[in-house]
């Protein structure tokens, strides 16, 4: 795994113990305020040691508090990215990159050019920080980051400070250092849209401890963490390929399961993408609709049903080899007498998925 999370910390009234593994790409820390995303970073950084445990990045061991080890934070080969760029407002853009190079001792602009293309952010080299939008601002402190050429990335909150049209103009250059680069992140966030466009892998953490850690789409059609994801976000992400563009405007996709419909995505055939579904937007039906304006209607098979306190409950459909969650009443899942193992039919407006809850740049083993 590469990497390897197993750290307790007290800090006054509360208690960190996590323990996780992650495999390559991005890792998303996800959980409500307060349940510990910050402190663990800050662990796995070596801003706070650990009362005890263990941490490991690619098969090194970075702190160990039984064998008295804990490499000092500037030799981890750690990038952080906060929040806030913290760019050095007297520095332009191009030194501001090389900034965290020089401090390693590394040369090269051909490493630079890559980043700044990588990033898009060439146009920009000669500004002063004052001069950029907080989205260009944030773009230079990931190359930054990226250019002291770390083994890990640790983004807490990277977009947090940013309204929606800036946190969308940086989502696809995050998709291309995902796909282009292969370097391990470890991003906190409590956006469920963010994380389910960016993570391979996700570790929910809740007072302190983990709630559950695995694959993205694992974690994100699991019935059981709706209540952490919040009932209005919740959603499954399903792996789909571009199969062509049509003339009236809409994108056909393959799934594992049949085909979807969606308004125009800007990619090519044969692309790889993930398409978020929320829950809400997903009607369960036992026959297969006619005359309905919804284009969507793919067989699936109810695998669970987990009741909430009102009168809602939370479905998890089987559809080809992928899981969705539908959020619909009781008195629906009554009246059609759902139950694990019915056969029903999932259906799903196109205009339900927006552009912003389509991922690209998926690696192949992703
Ligand atoms: N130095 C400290 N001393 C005592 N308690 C602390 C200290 N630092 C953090 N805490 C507490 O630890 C808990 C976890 O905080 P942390 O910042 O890790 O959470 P978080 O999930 O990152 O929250 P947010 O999303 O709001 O940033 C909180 O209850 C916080 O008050």
């Known amino acids: 795994m590469t990497l390897s999370v197993d750290v307790r910390k007290r800090q006054g009234a509360f208690q960190l113990d996590v323990a996780f593994e992650a495999p390559d790409g991005v890792t998303a820390l996800f959980g409500r305020s ?6 663990l970073v800050n662990a796995v950084a070596g801003l706070a040691a650990p009362d005890n445990g263990r941490v490991a990045v690619q098969g090194e061991t970075l702190f160990d508090a039984r064998a008295g080890h804990s490499v000092p934070v500037h030799a981890r080969r750690i990038g952080y990215v906060f929040q806030e760029a913290r760019l050095f407002p007297h520095l332009d853009v191009r030194r501001n990159l090389l900034y965290g190079r020089r401090a390693r001792g590394l040369s090269g602009e051909g490493a630079l050019d890559h980043v700044a293309e990588l990033l898009g952010i060439a146009p920009l080299l000669a500004r002063r920080p004052g001069a950029l939008s907080g989205g260009e601002a944030q773009r230079v402190a990931i190359g930054r980051a990226l250019l002291s050429e ?3 990335l640790l983004m807490d909150e990277p977009l947090a400070a940013l309204d929606a049209p800036r946190k969308n103009e940086i989502l696809p250059y995050l998709e291309r250092l995902r796909a282009e680069t292969g370097l391990p992140i470890l991003y906190v966030s409590h956006n469920l849209s963010e994380v389910a466009r960016l993570a391979t892998h996700i570790v929910v953490l809740e007072e302190g401890r983990v709630l559950k850690s695995g694959s993205a789409e694992a974690l994100l059609s699991d019935p059981s963490l709706v209540h952490v994801m919040g009932l209005r ?18 994108t056909e996709l393959r799934i594992s399961g049949g085909r979807l419909y969606l308004p125009r995505i800007d990619a090519a055939e ?9 829950a809400q937007d ?6 297969r609709p006619e005359n ?18 009102g009168p809602g409950v939370i479905a998890q459909l089987q559809v080809g080899e992928d899981a969705i969650l539908a959020r619909i009443t009781q008195r629906s899942a009554e009246t059609l007498a759902l139950s694990e193992g019915t056969a029903c039919f999932a259906v799903m407006k196109s205009v339900a998925v927006s552009p912003t809850d389509v991922s690209q740049g998926l690696r192949r083993e992703a």
């Open 233 to 250: 976000e919740a959603g499954a992400v399903l792996t789909a390929e571009v199969a062509g563009h049509e003339a009236d405007g809409l």
């Open 150 to 152: 770390p083994r890990l």
């Open 282 to 287: 997903v009607i369960v039906a036992t026959e």
């Open 292 to 309: 309905i304006s919804a284009l969507n209607v793919l067989p699936a098979t109810v695998r669970a049903i987990r009741r909430g306190e």
């Open 34 to 39: 307060g349940s510990g995303k910050t402190s």
């Open 270 to 278: 044969g692309a790889r993408l993930r398409v978020r579904i929320l």
